[in-house]
């Protein structure tokens, strides 16, 4: 373990005293600081009664127990507090160390012995070897009773809401569409999981079209077959204008009535939000138009569809009404709800907080987007090509549709509206435009990056630089997008789609308590998070804060060699087969050097800190008038790596309340490998100018172009190996075209422009 601690803020002397006093942790002045550190050890052991079992269970050092030592003329020391302090934390002596300052400094462990007070109220507030805050580990054997009411410790509420008897309860909210052109508004079900309390308090709120389960076997029949040739496109400029929004007029009288009708039975939750409901946050589960349960049809990603979600903040600040049930007659108030709110989740869920933020709504304070497209064409296109998001071959916008239209799911919704839905798809089918991969309307309508500058609240970014679903452009734009004035932060891993809940090297949901209690419960506090924190690529379990994502100059420059290359197009059509059949095969035989591909191999006479976009510059002509570039960048070289999967440390360690919803601990593994991906990036050959620009390849004429791959941070030093593969079809991503055609590469004009942060 390793620790990267964000959460903790140092507070002035009093307040410590103050704050531990409430939670029942006492600091006598008159004291030495070997009996009040006494008083403390016992304290932390409060659920048993005979607490000289406990003391002599522990140690001192080698030679003493715990008890021996309080009850000795010997001194505290440094090695002994940090001795004491690491068994608290749940680490044992003689087996998860037996040097105590060679695994200090080893840990990086963040409390620096000296101030009493100040150590022991931090060490309160950082983490134990199982992933929990030791406070938060006190809490939930019992040291504060679950009495629905606010304790804070350090900026971060307590869990001290129980769980076991939350509400649990449905309302349909009213929205401003009606996608369904039914001539009423779509209603929206809402999930409610929400802690009892005699006030009003915030919620979190996780926008999903996957809550109400997904139709799988209609989307595996809407996937695409991959394996077609490029297409010549008509050459000319691209138009698109500003996405037009129709809404509708709520409609009718209700009566209004104190209580929700319908309760909630299971429902899939999200980890972060499990363990912020015991600490006071109301938890939503929205799972928007065209769902099970809900009105209208499947948007998928437009604004729509975000409307719709915005429409239940609307309803949390009593702008938007809601119903007990379809029929409309029984309205509810959300007189719970103190009107703020946080988004969370991870991918499509991530997605739709982007889109939520751009509307500018009321009442949302903080987003919380992981792994979330900032637009789609993003997604399923890239620089005029079809692409397919990583490890998904075929799929595209109607096949997820297909996916997420869970009013399908219900028979008798399936009689009455799968007509009105199979026209819209017709309708959506079209306007994707899968022949060309340009960008059109159709794509500008779900681009959330051009209303970023309406974005009002607090943002937060994870993301994983191993991506390749959502790979990291989506939040480098969405990054950059924002208004100067917002903050924003971005946790940037080195992982692939997955979120970081329930790592053990970095405190991320115990900073998201911190903020979420500044920002939704108006708790004053010092709290800030930097505005980058990265995790370092070149060690286990370490983070950084860096002071932006990109907005390097191009301070490393590479020419790619002497001479010309060619790249043939055209695989045996046995080969074609198996890359067809397994695209990791290719992907394997592509890093070792064994396909049609030029590969240029660079030592590093420096250190290198890329962050931000590679800048591929090149020089080539194609034997046809069509043609697609592909371009990885590599780490080559047997060097221990971050993989890109986590695995589990300890099954079911990690606490989200009061042994409620427990995890598994995790982390990503550093284990030797042959290489890494540091990026890619693939080019129609007829958008190298740019998204709504299409140009003639003219056959055997030099074209001469520039195009950025993936951002990223990512680290080498002096001495490794950098490798560039540059070749066409990529059996992963792009589509498949096996057609006679080679494009040649003028080495000695073509070169590579790093955002090197070294000079």
């Known amino acids: 373990m390793r620790y990267n601690q964000y959460s903790y803020t140092p507070e002035t002397s009093e307040k410590i005293l103050a704050e531990m006093e409430s939670i029942g942790f006492s600091f006598r ?58 068994q608290l934390l749940e680490f044992v002596p003689f087996v998860d160390f037996d040097d105590v300052e060679k695994f200090r ?115 595996d029949k809407a996937l695409y077959n991959m394996n077609v040739d490029l297409i010549k496109k008509e050459t000319g400029k691209i138009t698109v204008h500003d996405p037009e929004l129709h809404l509708v007029e709520p409609q009718g009288q209700a009566t209004l009535v104190e209580q929700t009708e319908e309760t909630l039975g299971h429902i899939g939750t999200y980890t972060l939000n499990d363990y912020l409901l015991p600490r006071g946050f109301a938890n939503l589960y929205v799972s928007g138009v065209g769902t099970k349960d809900s009105d209208g049809l499947m948007t998928s990603g437009d604004y729509y569809q975000i409307e719709a979600y915005k429409n239940v903040i609307d309803w949390l600040n009593g702008r938007c009404r809601a119903f007990t049930d379809h029929t409309r007659q029984r309205e509810i108030k959300a007189t719970w709800s103190n009107g703020k709110v946080a988004t969370t989740g991870i991918s499509y869920l991530g997605t739709l907080s982007n889109g939520l ?60 509206h799968n007509a009105a839905y199979q026209s819209r798809l017709t309708e959506l089918k079209a306007n994707l435009d899968r022949e060309t991969g340009d960008y059109n309307q159709f794509w500008h309508d779900r681009n959330y990056l051009i209303h970023a500058h309406k974005v009002k609240a607090e ?99 590479f020419n790619l060699g002497k001479g010309t290359q060619i790249i043939p197009n055209q695989y045996a059509q046995e080969d074609y087969d198996r890359f067809s059949k397994t695209y990791q095969t290719f992907k394997n035989e592509l890093f070792d050097g064994k396909l049609n591909q030029v590969t240029v191999n660079v030592t590093l006479e420096k250190d290198l800190f890329l ?7 090149l020089r080539l002509k194609s034997s046809t008038d069509k043609g697609l570039i592909s371009a990885q960048l590599l780490d080559v070289g047997q060097a221990k790596r971050l993989l890109p999967l986590p695995s589990v440390l300890a099954p079911k360690a990690m606490d989200n309340g009061r042994f409620y919803m427990l995890e598994h601990l995790m982390e990503l593994p550093f284990k030797e490998t042959p290489h890494r991906v540091i990026t890619k990036g693939f080019l129609n050959l007829q958008n190298r100018t740019d998204l709504l620009t299409v140009e003639e390849a ?62």
């Open 29 to 86: 002045q008159e004291y030495s600081d070997k009996e009040n550190l006494e008083t403390f050890v016992r304290k932390t052991f409060f659920n048993y009664k005979n607490t000289d079992y406990a003391l002599k269970s522990l140690v001192a050092n080698s030679k003493t127990d715990l008890l021996s030592f309080f009850t000795s003329n010997q001194k505290l020391t440094a090695k002994i507090f940090y001795t004491i302090a690491f």
């Open 105 to 219: 400094k080893n840990v990086n462990f963040p409390i620096i012995y000296g101030n009493l007070l100040e150590n022991l109220y931090q060490l309160l507030n950082t983490r134990t070897k199982n992933g929990n805050l030791l406070i938060d580990k006190l809490i939930s054997d019992g040291l504060i009773p679950e009495d629905n009411t606010y304790h804070y410790f350090n900026g971060k509420s307590l869990a001290t809401f129980t769980s076991h008897n939350a509400i649990r309860e449905v309302a349909y909210v009213e929205s401003r569409v009606d996608t369904d052109k039914d001539s009423l508004p779509d209603l929206i079900k809402v999930s409610i999981i929400r802690p009892r309390f005699d006030g009003q308090i915030p919620a979190v709120m996780t926008a999903s079209p996957y809550h109400q389960g997904t139709n799988d076997k209609a989307s």
């Open 357 to 416: 933020a751009t509307t500018g709504v009321d009442g949302l304070e903080v987003i919380i987007a992981e792994a979330g497209i900032s637009s789609w064409y993003n997604y399923y296109r890239e620089n005029g090509l079809v692409t397919s998001p990583g490890g998904y071959p075929g799929e595209d916008f109607d096949s997820l549709t297909e996916l997420t239209y869970s009013r399908n799911l219900l028979a008798g919704e399936n009689l009455r």
């Open 459 to 557: 943002v937060v970014f994870t993301h994983g630089s191993q991506d390749w679903n959502v790979k990291p452009l989506n939040v480098y734009n969405m990054f950059h997008a924002l208004p100067e004035h917002i903050k924003k932060h971005l946790f940037f891993h080195n992982g692939a789609h997955i979120y970081m809940n329930n790592w053990q090297s970095i405190d991320f949901r115990e900073a998201m308590n911190a903020l979420l209690s500044k920002k939704l419960l108006s708790y004053d506090s010092r709290f800030e998070l930097p505005t980058v924190i990265w995790q370092d690529n070149r060690q286990a379990q370490s983070w950084l804060s860096l002071e932006t994502f990109g907005d390097q100059k191009y301070g490393t420059h």
């Open 611 to 617: 962050n931000g976009p590679v800048k591929l510059n």
């Open 698 to 759: 003219t056959p055997d004429q030099w074209m001469e172009f520039s195009f950025e791959l993936q951002p990223t941070i990512y680290k080498m030093a002096a001495g490794d190996t950098l490798r560039l593969v540059l070749y066409t079809t990529d059996f992963e991503h792009t589509v498949r075209d096996n057609t006679d055609y080679h494009l040649t590469i003028d080495l000695e004009e073509s070169s590579l422009d790093i955002p090197d942060v070294l000079k």
